[in-house]
């Protein structure tokens, strides 16, 4: 082929493709390189590793050995030969698809353009999973913690009140009942508020019916001494 640019360029037609490769005039040839070509069937195929690299980044696809396959992501401009992280499916033994973030401290985001995610069910909220959770803990932001209830201006619920309340509805006041949550689900955070009022409000109770018993105790006290005197006064 001609030396345009001043540079040769060859072409090679074997079994096992179309290779090309070029060098300078008059100096050593480079190493022959496969040109990928369709397919009969529309498919473009190769059975090497391919690679993406442009500006700061490199995106290479690897379909890998027993049964592994997965895209790796280089960030050049941190450390050209440090993987930054892949996203892959097993390996042999391994039936799972994972995403990993090799980088010290990474962090994994999963972005939605206003929408939800879920994991075998259909996302109505921001994060749906049709199944459990485990976890060694969870923690949940809330506002309005009912710490309220220990201020003198908080009205407490007598307990009769409560009393009637609870033959009217077979549940406690501001508690949802067993119907609800069984429609609706339960917010874990606010579940937790309000039986931390109820808590409270309990204490509460607890405290001035401590109080009443102290009160009676040191009546029938009272009471006791005085009709021992009695007693006494009586033998005489």
Do not use: C
Not at 158 to 164: A, D, K, N, P
Not at 226 to 233: A, G
């Amino acid at each position: 082929m001609d030396a345009s640019g001043d540079k040769s360029h060859q072409l090679n037609f074997n079994n096992g493709g179309l290779y090309y490769r070029q060098g300078a005039i008059g100096a050593n040839w480079e190493t022959w390189r496969k040109i990928i070509m369709e397919d009969v069937d529309g498919r473009v195929r190769t059975d090497r590793e391919v690679s993406i690299t442009k500006g700061g980044g490199s995106l290479f696809l690897n379909a890998g050995s027993l049964d592994h396959a997965y895209m790796a992501f280089y960030a050049s401009s941190q450390n050209p030969g440090l993987r930054s992280g892949w996203f892959g499916y097993g390996a042999a033994g391994n039936p799972h698809i994972t995403l990993a973030n090799e980088r010290a401290g990474g962090a994994i985001l999963l972005a939605t353009n206003g929408g939800n995610v879920g994991i075998d069910a259909t996302a109505t909220e921001k994060l749906t999973v049709g199944g459990g959770i485990k976890a060694k803990r969870v923690k949940v932001t809330i506002s309005d913690w009912p710490d309220y209830v220990f201020s003198p201006a908080y009205t407490l619920p007598s307990l009769q009140t409560i009393e009637q309340y609870i033959a009217r509805h077979q549940h406690l006041p501001d508690i949802p009942s067993a119907k609800e949550v069984e429609a609706d689900g339960l917010d874990v955070g606010e579940m937790n508020k309000k039986l931390l009022q109820k808590v409270e409000e309990l204490t509460l109770h607890l405290i001035e019916q401590q109080k009443t018993i102290q009160s009676q105790q040191a009546a029938i006290g009272q009471l006791s001494t005085e009709l021992q005197s009695i007693k006494q006064q009586l033998k005489h």
